[in-house]
């Protein structure tokens, strides 16, 4: 051995011996409290230094590619269920028969969802993250050509003479409707907010697009989810039917004889303070209806019971006989099959007064809910066989598909389709998509974060009723944002979802070490944003983004005064994160707020993150400077001409994380973190 | 070292072994297939009488083993989630009162938890491992009365976790984490038991059952593997045991169902086979026997155990069990208060006092203790209030309309767990009602302060203490 290398073995233990006895494990341990709200714990050095590290090498070596079924169709002979893997960036054709994956494609990013042309010899694949369709030709197996459409496509369908095809544009709420014929976007309509899952009705008429959020409504007053319904025939909106208090609202179903559509809904109760989880204090679900024989009345009624909840409601199917329909709860593990008939007859038997306490009565499920049937983890997209004998279920975190006997009500077996082993973050994504960690099931992660992002809502989280307001904040990219939370006093994911998340939100017991580990690790590893459409991915910005930008980094005010270092866009919000990481007072806070100041949160995607501020008090990024900076105290701002907000306002939603993850820039981040 | 030296140390360390392997066995292998239960004397319908005992059978030998051997009476045996110890109330004399003590069962070695100068009884283990109890107290000035207790395995940091004027009695943990015991108001009147839910701290007390046709429970709660609370309910106070009954975990208060009532039940214990055992006494018979009894048929199925000189009641089937869950405890007890939020008072099941239309609307809430009214407060237009109220003191609520006149209430007795934060949809609202996502008007404002008299004195007495200060 070298003398060197001696000396550093030498050094080395002595290093070690040194730590060990002079108080290092004290150290070591006060360090892991601090940076996990002090509770006792066991965390070790590779919870935070390994696993964690997004593109670290453990996190590298322990990363798995995943399928994640997600949606499905039958082909017209039943023989083939052809299902999105929207991890596994594949359309999989998986034989009915054999149980086999005959064969499968490779598509674009994150599918979504597959329809099939009437023939059954096309399959159009939307891929929410490539903001294309593929279009496949099923013999040829291939893909034969891509349909541009909206950010973020979604839900489709099919028009009954195979002429259009319909498609839910998630990021940028609208709705694509492409002429098959000539391959071409004919028309956009505008959605509500994050619309999802596309429905035709029985007789062809019209077209149903469920939409995930609510639409814009006065601050701290009910959120209204909106139902977009247009004709098929002059391809316009006809009705905006708006759900109260309803958000999540994914898919939609229509019973066969067209009297009635079913939407599953999560009712949250962000305008309450969560005082308690008992009696459904925090989040219901259940579904919302559109009586269309009776001038499309709205009735809603909950599918969970006073002491369970059925957490996170994805899909809807409908028996082909119309007396059973069939909903996926993808937190809570479980199918519910509801009497259709049972709910025609409570429509039908009570006065509205009855019908809108019924909106809130957790016993009302009883009336009309045949059965819980238990799945594999996080029940995603159904499809019913052509017959409706059997159930197909994605299950979506074990890489399976359910078969259930829609005669008994019974799970009969899973398809495996062969994904990796566990790994840790894949554990994590399990227990972020499971209600099973709160009380009662009656919220997961995923209710407040759809998509890992934000559902738009401003909640009553503070330790008193009424203060502290918060808006919920995205998990996309925030491994290197910490402190977390409004008032930045979680310095780390672990201290977030430890005791504190345990005593405060999920009201059960806490995570133990293992399922921390695991869940900090999806959080930190795994949760990319996608692509920023206001950016040109070469990063190349437009005219207006260009101006934007030289005023975001200013430093003298349109008189040619200099403007305070502290009074700058860019001195809070630098390059790459966009944040400093640091608490500030700048002048958002209210009388119901007892804290005195805001961490800075990151930039990155910004413009799919409203309403902004800490309580959500603003609708759209113009509002914080025209509503909420009254005295420059955040930036300075009130000299700009509206042309100058209009182009930082474009700037902004130009930033994303393109530039965070390269070589380079990383280094740059890292460095400015110390 | 010497050849000798190494074999005596080899033999040291494998002594030490064996010794280690012995005692872990001996201490921690739960005794699968062995019942124990409670013998009283035929004839009690109060098993507090005389020289109650806890015994054991077991597959191999069905002639019952004494286990509280050396005791007085022993009786409300409960086993540990890893059927390693039981729990049980035992007096070593007649005069002593029930003490609460606990039982390897392998080795039956007991210890006494901790010395109680007054009856404890009916333990059960607390998921996090303390111990929870029922502990006579004064449940008023004149009434005496059971209320819940904790304390840490060792017997230390005693808590009381109910205040209201209830006997509460007859413990059961369920695997959400919750205690369900039985609850009889015994102030200003005795009114029917019922299954009363709350967490482990004494916060987010709720009604969890309550049988409307005259009937009550009688026996602990039971969980079943299939989301069901099984139990004994009886309509005849005379009479000992009563019927075998379920409720769904999920839906308790309207979801009752008759298993069998063709003999007196007494109690029952969920069997790891989905079947249960009972304790009971056919019509004519002059003994409690234990039945497997099969709640698909709704049957009993095998005699288990019968004994003509003793009643056997309270079985256990020895077998670990799923540990529940351990909730988090939210509270801060150096805050000896707690804040209400009632989202509209005027929501209520309650009939209105032969009120006029007009003046049936409450318009503020009075505030009571058992010793009189604290406090009234104005509700906000939406029927809201927001009150900070002293903690760890039964209280009722009633509205009263703008004349004054009681219009509700008042309400069953509540009490706030020190800093606990508890909401109401109404006031005695349908049970099974969520909050509608509407902002209360009351949140607007700071909580209003509502405190017991004694309360007040104290803050009184504290500010003239300041002043001369």
């Given at each position: 051995m070298k003398k060197r290398k001696k000396i550093f073995l030498i050094a080395s233990i002595l290093l070690l011996i040194g730590f060990v006895g002079f108080h290092g494990r004290k150290i070591a341990t006060d360090h892991v409290q601090y940076m996990t709200a002090g509770e006792p714990h066991t965390l070790n050095c590779f919870s935070c230094h390994a696993y964690i590290v997004r593109n670290g090498p453990i996190a590298k070596m322990v990363k798995e590619q995943y399928l994640s079924p997600m949606n499905m169709a039958v082909s017209s002979d039943g023989s083939i269920l052809y299902v999105t893997a929207q991890e596994g960036n594949k359309l999989l054709a998986v034989n009915t028969t054999n149980h086999q994956i005959e064969y499968s494609i490779n598509v674009g990013e994150r599918p979504h969802t597959v329809v099939l042309s009437k023939n059954g010899k096309t399959a159009y694949v939307s891929n929410q993250w490539s903001y294309n369709i593929f279009i496949i030709d099923l013999d040829k197996r291939q893909v034969t050509d891509t349909l541009i459409t909206g950010t973020g496509p979604a839900g489709m369908a099919i028009s009954e003479n195979n002429d259009y095809l319909y498609v839910a544009n998630t990021y940028s709420s609208d709705i694509s409707i492409f002429d098959l014929n000539s391959k071409q976007e004919i028309r956009r309509l505008s959605a509500g907010k994050d619309p999802c899952g596309v429905t035709i009705s029985p007789d062809g008429n019209s077209v149903f697009v469920s939409n995930r959020l609510s639409n814009k409504v006065p601050f701290r007053s009910t959120p209204k989810s909106e139902i977009t319904i247009f004709g098929t025939k002059y391809q316009r909106v006809t009705h905006r039917d708006i759900f109260p208090s309803a958000t999540i609202q994914e898919n939609t179903a229509i019973t066969p004889s067209g009297d009635l559509a079913i939407v599953p809904q999560v009712r949250p109760k962000n305008l309450i303070p969560t005082a308690q989880v008992e009696q459904g204090w925090m989040m219901n679900h259940g579904i919302g209806i559109i009586d269309l024989k009776n001038d499309h009345k709205k009735i809603q009624l909950l599918t969970d019971e006073p002491n369970a909840f059925y957490a996170d409601p994805y899909d809807i199917v409908i028996s082909p006989d119309g007396k059973k329909a069939f909903i996926s709860h993808s937190g809570a593990d479980v199918i519910t099959v509801l009497d259709i008939d049972a709910i025609r007859n409570i429509i039908t038997t009570s006065t509205d007064e009855q019908l809108e306490m019924y909106s809130n009565?957790?016993?009302?499920s009883s009336q009309f809910v045949i059965a819980r049937i238990h799945t594999g983890a996080n029940p995603k997209g159904l499809v019913l066989s052509l017959d409706g004998k059997i159930l197909y279920v994605a299950e979506r975190l074990d890489d399976k598909i359910a078969i259930i006997d829609t005669k008994t009500l019974k799970k009969l077996e899973s398809i495996d389709l062969g994904g990796p082993g566990m790994t840790v973050s894949r554990f994590g994504q399990q227990l972020f998509h499971s209600s099973g960690h709160t009380f009662q099931g009656q919220y997961s992660c995923l209710t407040c974060h759809p998509d890992s992002h934000q559902d738009g809502l401003t909640w009553d989280m503070g330790p008193d009723s009424g203060r502290d307001l918060a808006n919920t904040q995205t998990l996309l990219e925030i491994d290197q944002t910490s402190p977390f939370k409004w008032n930045g006093k979680n310095v780390s994911v672990f201290m977030q979802d430890g005791m504190r998340f345990s005593k405060f939100l999920t009201r059960t017991e806490v995570f133990n070490q293992k399922e921390l580990d695991a869940l900090v690790s999806y959080i930190l590893t795994e949760l990319d944003l996608p692509p920023n459409p206001y950016r040109d991915p070469s990063g190349k910005l437009t005219n207006a983004q260009q101006r934007g930008k030289i005023i975001y980094e200013r430093t003298e005010t349109n008189c040619g005064r200099v403007i305070p270092v502290m009074d700058r866009c860019v001195t809070c919000h630098p390059a790459p994160l966009y944040t400093d990481r640091r608490q500030d007072?700048?002048?958002?806070?209210?009388?119901?707020?007892?804290?005195e100041v805001f961490d800075t949160p990151s930039l990155n995607n910004t413009f799919d993150s409203p309403p902004y501020l800490h309580d959500g008090s603003a609708f759209s990024l113009e509002e914080i400077w025209t509503k909420f900076n009254d005295h420059d105290e955040?930036?300075?701002?009130?000299?700009?001409?509206k042309d100058q907000l209009n182009d930082l306002v474009e700037y902004l939603k130009s930033l994303g994380s393109s530039e965070l993850y390269t070589d380079t820039e990383h280094k740059t981040t890292e460095a400015s973190s110390h | 070292m010497k050849r000798k030296n190494i074999i005596y140390i080899m033999g040291i360390v494998l002594a030490v072994v064996l010794i280690g392997l012995f005692s872990l066995k001996s201490d921690t292998e739960p005794v699968n297939g062995m019942i124990i239960f409670t013998q009283v004397f035929p004839g009690t319908t109060d098993y507090d009488a005389d020289k109650a005992r806890i015994v054991a059978i077991t597959p191999e030998n069905d002639k019952p083993e004494i286990l509280s051997e050396g005791f007085y009476a022993a009786r409300s045996p409960v086993l540990s989630s890893d059927a390693r110890y039981i729990l049980f109330a035992g007096k070593k004399t007649m005069d002593e009162p029930w003490q609460i003590w606990k039982m390897n069962i392998s080795s039956n070695e007991t210890e006494k938890v901790f010395k109680c100068k007054v009856d404890c009884t009916d333990p059960a283990f607390l998921p996090d491992g303390q111990i929870l109890y029922s502990k006579m107290v004064n449940v008023t000035e004149d009434a005496k009365g059971f209320a819940l207790f904790t304390c840490n395995s060792d017997g230390e940091e005693h808590k009381q976790i109910t205040f209201h004027p209830h006997d509460d009695l007859l413990s059961t943990i369920m695997q959400d984490g919750r205690i369900l015991f039985i609850s009889k108001q015994q102030h200003p009147s005795a009114s029917t038991p019922q299954l009363m839910a709350m967490r482990p701290n004494g916060s987010k007390i709720r009604l969890f059952y309550l049988n409307q046709n005259n009937s009550w429970p009688i026996s602990r709660g039971k969980e079943t593997k299939d989301g069901k609370m099984v139990f004994i309910e009886s309509s005849n106070a005379n009479e000992p045991g009563g019927s075998l009954v379920s409720i769904s975990l999920t839906r308790p208060l309207h979801s009752h169902e008759l298993l069998n009532n063709d003999a007196r039940y007494h109690s029952v214990y969920p069997l790891k086979s989905g079947k249960m055992i009972v304790s009971c006494k056919e019509n004519n018979a002059k003994t409690f026997e234990l039945w497997e009894f099969d709640p698909e048929s709704k049957k009993r199925e095998k005699l288990i155990f019968s004994d003509p000189d003793y009643w056997s009641v309270e079985p256990i089937a020895v077998y670990a069990r799923q540990r529940p869950k351990k909730l988090p405890d939210e509270l801060n007890y150096k805050d000896m208060t707690g804040r209400v939020l009632c989202l509209d008072a005027n929501n209520s099941n309650m009939p209105s006092l032969n009120r006029a239309e007009e003046a049936s609307k409450g318009t503020a809430i009075q505030v009571m203790g058992i010793d009189g009214i604290w406090g009234e407060v104005p509700l906000e237009e939406d029927g809201s209030f927001l009150l900070r109220v002293t903690a760890n003191k039964a209280l009722q609520f009633r509205t009263v309309n703008e004349a004054g006149e009681v219009v509700r209430g008042p309400s069953a007795w509540i009490w706030l767990s020190p800093h606990e934060r508890r909401g109401c949809v109404g006031c005695h609202e349908d049970p099974e009602m969520t909050p509608k996502n509407v902002e209360p008007m009351a949140v607007k404002n700071l909580p209003v302060e509502v405190m017991a008299p004694d309360t007040q004195e104290m803050e009184k007495m504290n500010k003239k203490s300041e002043k001369k200060g």
């Open positions: 009565h957790l016993g009302i007072d700048v002048g958002t806070r209210k009388a119901a707020d007892d804290d955040h930036g300075y701002a009130n000299d700009m001409t | -």
